[in-house]
């Protein structure tokens, strides 16, 4: 089946430290690739994505990039800022499901970023 | 950028009454929409995927009859939770895809049902 799995939280980082969020996953055919991130308060909202294999989403700073050798999309960024404090998914989209776009998620990890 | 509203934010309601729970898409129109649960700290499970102008596809192990959901018009989706139980207790996230098949979040609605 799909899943997708990523490290437990909260990670806890000091301003302009480098951030790495593992999320590996597990699925039939070549899905696409996400990280959604969600502020407090908000709804989530796409950062990046990635369609095939060695694609590099990135946005913000933030950047992944789909290594199917490893089945790994980790997230990472140079400098964190407090504002990046928020909860980030990694999510893919099975092909050939019959659910075109569905999204499968992986727990989430809480980022808190402090001065 | 594209903004899905979720109404309402939360609810308290009996065991055993039917709880409305609506998904808009203010700026655009969304043939389709998702809706998900999500446990505390875990993650975003996929419901059911809803269609305009049709019945709307549930995922394996999701009871159609106790999930009701319709999409009557191209902003909006309702889900509706009947005979609600403490069980079904739970955060209910919508999503609504656009033309171009980007997903786009509601603010999510949290249930309690005592």
């Known amino acids: 089946g799909n899943s997708v799995t990523q490290m437990e939280g909260p990670v806890t980082l000091s301003e302009e430290a480098f951030l790495t969020i593992n999320c590996t996953y597990t699925?039939?055919?070549?899905?696409?690739l996400f990280w959604y991130v969600q502020y407090p308060g908000e709804g989530l909202q796409l950062l990046l994505k990635?369609?095939?294999?060695?694609d590099k989403g990135s946005n913000k700073g933030f950047e992944a990039t789909y290594r199917k050798e490893t089945t790994s999309f980790h997230l990472e960024k140079g400098s964190v800022q407090v504002s990046d404090s928020a909860v980030y998914f990694c999510?893919?989209?099975?092909?050939?499901?019959?659910?075109?776009?569905?999204?499968?998620f992986g727990a989430g990890t809480r980022l808190a970023v402090h001065p | 950028g594209a903004v899905v509203s979720q109404h309402p934010s939360w609810v308290i309601c009996k065991s055993g009454t039917s709880v409305k729970i609506e998904c808009r898409s203010l700026?655009?129109?969304?043939?389709?929409m998702f809706w998900y649960r999500q446990f505390p700290k875990q993650s975003l499970m996929l419901m059911a995927t809803?269609?305009?102008?049709?019945?709307?596809?549930?995922e394996q192990g999701v009871e159609k009859d106790k999930f009701l959901i319709n999409h009557a018009s191209l902003t909006l989706s309702t889900l509706t939770v009947t005979s609600a139980h403490p069980e079904d207790s739970s955060f209910y996230i919508c999503?609504?895809?656009?033309?171009?098949?980007?997903?786009?979040f509601g603010p999510g609605t949290r249930l309690t049902v005592l």
């Open positions: 999503s609504a895809r656009d033309l171009v098949d980007t997903q786009y």
């Open positions: 699925a039939t055919g070549y899905p696409s």
């Open positions: 990635a369609t095939k294999a060695d």
């Open positions: 999510a893919l989209s099975p092909l050939g499901t019959g659910g075109y776009n569905k999204l499968i």
């Open positions: 700026d655009f129109q969304a043939t389709t």
């Open positions: 809803s269609n305009e102008g049709s019945k709307a596809t549930y």
